[in-house]
């Protein structure tokens, strides 16, 4: 069975500054999607960056990019220029091709220190 | 665009009372949608997901359940709730079976068992 552990529950960054959160995964299959997600006080999900494993290059969005590497399955999540609006649970998740289950992380608390 | 209401926000039940917490999906068709619960402190655990009017997979024995009677609309329930039913339940939509796409969260309901 796939599972996804994250292996950092809390973290902290100062505002302005990069912080990377870890995530690593455990699975038999060469073809799968990674997803990081963020939970804010709000409790809302919301997607923040994804990544297929077929790709080799790292997905970048804006602040946000991913560090891939899949030999040593590790996904972790790089956020650059903190801001006060990133601090939130992250959780990583993993899904197999033709699987319609997400596995999830036990989440990464993030607090942004002004 | 589409969008996903999930209601009500907050739930304060008894134990052996019945549960129906509602979850409808706006601006697409034929949606996968996903019914997940998140204890404190965890991340989130599949309960239930459809791939269409009707069908339903269960992930965990317990004594919820869900049925999809239109096609954009998931409905979890428990004809007599267990203390250990508390936590926050999150539905979620995604477009493709089988592709990339991530999976849209509604704002959640707060279950707390009495």
């Known amino acids: 069975a796939q599972t996804v552990t994250q292996s950092q529950p809390e973290m902290s960054v100062q505002e302005a500054e990069t912080v990377t959160l870890s995530c690593t995964y455990d699975t038999s299959e060469s073809d799968y999607y990674l997803f990081w997600y963020k939970q804010p006080p709000s409790r809302q999900m919301i997607l923040v960056i994804r990544?297929?494993?077929?790709?080799?290059q790292n997905a970048t969005e804006n602040r946000f990019s991913v560090n891939f590497q899949k030999a040593a399955k590790s996904f972790s999540l790089k956020i650059s220029d903190s801001q006060l609006g990133d601090a939130a649970m992250y959780f990583c998740?993993?899904?197999?091709?033709?699987?319609?289950?997400?596995?999830f992380g036990t989440g990464t608390r993030l607090t942004i220190i002004p | 665009s589409q969008t996903i209401h999930q209601w009500p926000a907050t739930l304060v039940q008894p134990v052996g009372s019945p549960l129906s917490l509602e979850c409808t999906v706006e601006g697409t068709s034929n949606p996968n949608l996903y019914w997940y619960r998140q204890a404190a402190g965890r991340g989130l655990q599949l309960l239930f997901y459809s791939v269409g009017i009707g069908q339903i997979s269960s992930e965990v024995p317990q004594n919820l359940s869900a049925s999809r009677p239109q096609d954009r609309q998931f409905i979890l329930s428990s004809k007599k709730l267990l203390l250990s039913d508390s936590g926050f339940y999150l539905c979620a939509w995604s477009a493709e079976v089988q592709g990339h796409q991530p999976q849209h969260f509604g704002d959640g309901t707060r279950l707390s068992i009495l």
């Open positions: 990544q297929e494993a077929y790709k080799q």
């Open positions: 998740a993993y899904r197999d091709v033709g699987n319609e289950k997400l596995t």
